[in-house]
């Protein structure tokens, strides 16, 4: 499996990528990333154009930046 994508490598990113890439940045599989796409379950907005699936960079990065910054559960 390949690593998972940081936040700057989303910066690098097209403004629009595919379902892989956006599965890779959450560590997901494409198998997974389709069945939670076609499930409206994607951990960012997933969009379809044409027959392809499709995710916004800034989209990615927001749910990047949010993961690093979350407070740890149960830290006073």
């Not at 690593?3 to 997974?32: C, H, Q, W």
């Not at 969009?47 to 559960?73: C, K, S, Y």
Request: proline share 7%.
């Amino acid at each position: 499996m390949m690593e998972p994508l940081t936040a700057d490598d989303v910066r690098k990113l097209p403004a629009m990528v595919d379902l892989a890439t956006g599965g890779r940045a959450f560590s997901i599989g494409l198998n997974t990333a389709y069945r939670l796409a076609k499930a409206g379950t994607f951990p960012v907005p997933v969009l379809r154009v044409g027959g392809a699936w499709r995710i916004r960079r800034t989209d990615l990065l927001a749910a990047l930046l949010d993961e690093v910054d979350a407070p740890v559960r149960g830290a006073a």
